[in-house]
């Protein structure tokens, strides 16, 4: 402790405790400034990273016409909606592209065996609980969250994804619930749906029918989604 006394005069000490609680407060005002100011959760509708291979949302969902579940299959099960492992593009890419350098890092993640490094777009703080399995099997499709990443060759976050968005659907959720069977169609509509239209006079008697077929009431207790 005694050579600090040559570095600092006296009358410092007495400022000592004041440093030790900047020391401790300002990391923390920063983390909780950047967790809150500057999350992409509360500002940034638009964030798109860049990811390590240029996957495309419009190619393979979009054109090729695969099913959002063929690769985010636990999406229906579990609270977390599963980014596919390699295996899972491998089904195709052994046969087709194999050569691309667009599918380099792919490959190397298949050969080492080390996952992609899928980064994260869309990311709730932890305080908040969401569950995929309680809205897509009640009829909540994935584009009123998401928007058309059937559309998309770079995944964006479409939504602020703030507690008052999701209170506004808890408190209105009328006419965004659909049949479940079409939650991963993200381009429907009752306009071009010919069944629906035989079976309801207009889209608010459709909606209302899955809304009261399903008893579906969202909660807006602070208890459902801060547990
Ligand atoms: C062939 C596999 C495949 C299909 C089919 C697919 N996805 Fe994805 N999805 C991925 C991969 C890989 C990522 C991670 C890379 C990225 O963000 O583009 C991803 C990322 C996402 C993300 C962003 C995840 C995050 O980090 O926040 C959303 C949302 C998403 N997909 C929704 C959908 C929806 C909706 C469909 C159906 C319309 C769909 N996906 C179809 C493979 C697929
Ligand atoms: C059901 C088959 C299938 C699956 C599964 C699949 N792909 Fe593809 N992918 C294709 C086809 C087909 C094309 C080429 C389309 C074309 O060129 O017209 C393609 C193209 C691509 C390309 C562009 C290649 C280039 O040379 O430009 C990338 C990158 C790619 N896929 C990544 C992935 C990733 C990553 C996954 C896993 C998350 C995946 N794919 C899963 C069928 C598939
Ligand atoms: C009610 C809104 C809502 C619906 C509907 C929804 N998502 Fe999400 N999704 C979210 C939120 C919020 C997150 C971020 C979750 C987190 O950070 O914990 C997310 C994250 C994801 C992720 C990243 C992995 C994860 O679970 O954090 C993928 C992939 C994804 N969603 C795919 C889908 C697909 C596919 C569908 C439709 C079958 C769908 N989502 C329907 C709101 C929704
Ligand atoms: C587009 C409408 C919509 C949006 C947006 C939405 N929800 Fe929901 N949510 C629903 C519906 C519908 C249900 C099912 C209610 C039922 O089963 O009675 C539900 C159910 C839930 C449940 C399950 C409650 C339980 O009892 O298990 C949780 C948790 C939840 N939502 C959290 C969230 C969070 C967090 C967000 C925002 C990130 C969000 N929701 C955004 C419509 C929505
Ligand atoms: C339908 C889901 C849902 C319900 C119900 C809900 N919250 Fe939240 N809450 C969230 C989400 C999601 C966030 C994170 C928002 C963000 O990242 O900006 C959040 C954030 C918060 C925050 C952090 C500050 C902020 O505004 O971002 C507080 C405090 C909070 N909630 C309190 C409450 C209280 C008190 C209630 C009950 C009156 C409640 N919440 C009900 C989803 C919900």
Redesign the pocket.
Known sequence: MGRYHYVFPKWSNALLPTLCVLAAVGPLYAALLVTYGFSPLTTDIGYQPVQPVPFSHHMHAGQLGIDCRYCHNTVEYANKAAIPPTQTCMNCHTQIHKESPNLTALNESYATGMPMQWVRVHD?PDF????HT??VT???SCV??HGRIDKMEVVTQQ?T???G??????RH?EM??RDPKLVTDLGWSFEKDDEAKRQFDSPEDYHEYW?NH??????QDCS??HR
């Open positions: 709730l908040a609980y969401f569950s309680a809205h009640r009829g909540v009123e969250c939504e994804l703030s507690m968005w999701c209170l506004s659907c808890h959720p965004r619930v809304l399903n008893n579906l009431a969202p909660s459902t989604c």
